[in-house]
């Protein structure tokens, strides 16, 4: 079976650096991806990582370890405008299922 | 471009009635994903077409959900009858074959089912 553990919540000020790590266990692995949500809209595509590393865009940037079933979304230079939910979800190669975890709802204070 | 499309935004109903959602994903995406999302949680699978095909079905309430992408573009789900339980936000996707780039999901904005 598949599983995404990411924590609930977590709170950081404004300019400040925020990491949200997410652990999963899946039977196939095929690409992990972070999609931002605000409230009351639809999830938006941030990253993706198939090979071990860091992949850098702008502010964000992701780190996948696939023998440690291990990721974090790493956010730089916080916004208010960043306050969302951060949801980790893993493809398999089991059907090519993408599933979502709970996601991470940051909340970035002045 | 315009992006995935749904249809109603806000849909409330009383429980037992039929309730049905649609969607119009970008053009060119073969692939086309219905979710369903609960307050505070992650989106849940609930089928996946390939063109017209469902390729992946086994999270869908056969009882009372049933769905359909006719000539492999828009689709259809359909609840009936509804349940308290279903009250939720259903979102659909869209996406390239994954074999030539990520596959990233593109969203809609969602219909949001209450039942009362």
């Known amino acids: 079976g598949q599983n995404i553990d990411q924590p609930t919540e977590m709170t950081a000020t404004e300019g400040a650096i925020v990491q949200i790590n997410c652990t999963y266990q899946?039977?196939?692995?095929?690409?992990l991806f972070w999609y931002q949500q605000h409230a009351g809209e639809a999830p938006t595509f941030l990253s993706y990582n198939v090979l071990d590393g860091l992949e850098e865009k702008g502010r964000f940037s992701s780190f996948l370890s696939r023998s440690k079933g291990y990721s974090y979304l790493l956010l730089k230079e916080l916004q208010m405008k960043d306050s969302a939910s951060y949801l980790c979800?893993?493809?398999?190669?089991?059907?090519?299922?993408?599933?979502f975890g709970a996601g991470t709802r940051l909340f970035v204070k002045a | 471009e315009a992006g995935v499309v749904q249809s109603p935004r806000y849909k409330i109903i009383e429980k037992k009635q039929p309730v049905a959602f649609w969607c119009n994903p970008i053009s060119g995406h073969n692939t086309l994903y219905w979710y369903r999302q609960n307050l505070g949680q992650g989106p849940e699978l609930l089928i996946r077409y390939e063109n017209e095909e469902a390729v992946d079905d086994s999270q869908l309430p056969k009882d009372r959900f049933s769905a359909e992408r006719l000539k492999g573009v828009d689709s259809t789900l359909k609840i009936q009858p509804a349940e308290l339980g279903d009250s939720a936000v259903y979102l659909c996707a869209s996406s390239l074959a994954f074999a030539a780039n990520t596959g990233e999901l593109f969203f809609g904005e969602g219909s949001r089912l209450t039942v009362l």
């Open positions: 979800a893993v493809r398999n190669t089991g059907g090519f299922k993408t599933i």
């Open positions: 899946t039977s196939g692995f095929n690409g």
